[in-house]
């Protein structure tokens, strides 16, 4: 639903743009979540360092209000485009006639869009995933393949892909394989090796036939271009 008449700040807040929501105080008794991550130590600067035992550093320190500050205002373009983005997710998600399939696929090229804001991105991904039966996950390679994948993107994708059969574990890896992200790569890397029972090194394209040889084997058909036995 649209909010016409609420400021710019508001309506971002709503659609999930420029409003940090996660961050809720935690009871004063209530021990941290092991899984939550900790909080950055500030940098020592000035008399902090002297008072830790190190020599006292010159330059100035933040000040708090530079520490304050809050986030940029998202632009109007911003905020149309998240509540767009929000808007399309529940459309889909709502269609009582489209078939899941459909509606992963529809999910799926949303979350491919680059011009929508990451935490929407975010959520028609998770949603897609949920909807795509597993010889349908190729709907993502377009996402998985772009040198620009927030690398978050492609983690949930990586996480999601190993409950799913080798057949789709392993197009999957061969994607991501080629990741300009070096922990992605690698993480691909090992998973495939793991399938394949050995590491074809750095040559990526080394990987292609080997890869297309156990998806045949996995579904009991004989590789392209070899009679089936």
């Not at 000035?46 to 998202?74: F, H, Q």
């Not at 922990?183 to 080997?210: I, K, M, N």
Request: net charge negative.
């Amino acid at each position: 639903m649209k909010h016409p008449f609420l400021p710019i700040a508001v309506a971002a807040c709503l659609a999930g743009v420029g409003c940090d929501q996660s961050k809720t105080p935690a009871p004063a008794d209530q021990a941290p979540s092991a899984d939550a991550p900790a909080d950055k130590a500030p940098e020592k600067t000035g008399m902090s360092s002297a008072l830790g035992g190190g020599a006292p550093k010159t330059e100035a320190p933040v000040t708090k209000a530079a520490a304050d500050a809050p986030p940029a205002e998202p632009s109007p373009e911003e905020v149309a485009k998240a509540v767009e983005a929000l808007q399309k997710i529940d459309t889909v998600l709502r269609d009582s006639s489209l078939p899941p399939a459909k509606a992963g696929l529809q999910l799926a090229e949303l979350a491919s869009d680059a011009s929508v804001p990451l935490q929407n991105r975010t959520e028609a991904l998770q949603h897609a995933m949920n909807l795509l039966p597993d010889d349908s996950f190729g709907a993502l390679d377009g996402l998985l393949a772009s040198k620009d994948a927030p690398v978050s993107l492609q983690d949930l994708v990586f996480n999601e892909v190993h409950n799913r059969p080798v057949t789709t574990q392993l197009p999957v890896a061969l994607t991501l394989l080629k990741s300009p992200d070096p922990d992605v790569s690698s993480r691909a890397r090992s998973l495939l090796a793991f399938h394949l029972e050995r590491d074809y090194g750095d040559d990526l394209d080394a990987w292609t036939q080997p890869v297309q040889e156990a998806i045949a084997k996995a579904k009991g058909a004989a590789p392209a271009g070899q009679p089936a036995q």
